[in-house]
């Protein structure tokens, strides 16, 4: 008996993230069934990305939340010499559309999202 293997299809998207939803890149997400974003080193105080969503590209983003209330924040290491990966909350599976923003003042960085449909 032969096994099915599912085949995932992925890609992997750079992105400018900065502290103000307005010029944060919009990320498509509509087919996307999970991911990490990686970042190269980090040599900044930034410790959190927060995750903003949207039914459209544009518009006003709102901040997304998990069941239990909190915010579905992606929590950064301090900074390092070596680039990072991170699983993007489950709470952004359910919006086409994703902004991530740097919750420390002055934060910028292009950053990949690799995702898996």
Do not use: C, H
């Not at 927060?50 to 709102?62: E, P, R, Y």
């Amino acid at each position: 008996m032969s096994q099915v293997k599912i085949k995932r299809q992925f890609r992997v998207v750079e992105l400018s993230v900065t502290t103000a939803t307005g010029t944060s890149t919009t990320l498509r997400a509509e087919d996307m069934a999970g991911a990490v974003v990686q970042l190269p080193t980090i040599t900044t105080n930034a410790a959190t990305l927060q995750v903003w969503g949207n039914t459209t590209d544009s518009g006003t983003f709102a901040r997304l939340y998990g069941s239990d209330g909190s915010a579905a924040d992606i929590t950064l290491a301090p900074s390092t010499s070596n680039p990072t990966m991170y699983s993007v909350p489950d709470a952004a599976f359910a919006v086409p559309y994703l902004k991530l923003v740097a919750a420390s003042t002055n934060a910028t960085a292009t950053v990949s999202v690799v995702m898996k449909s």
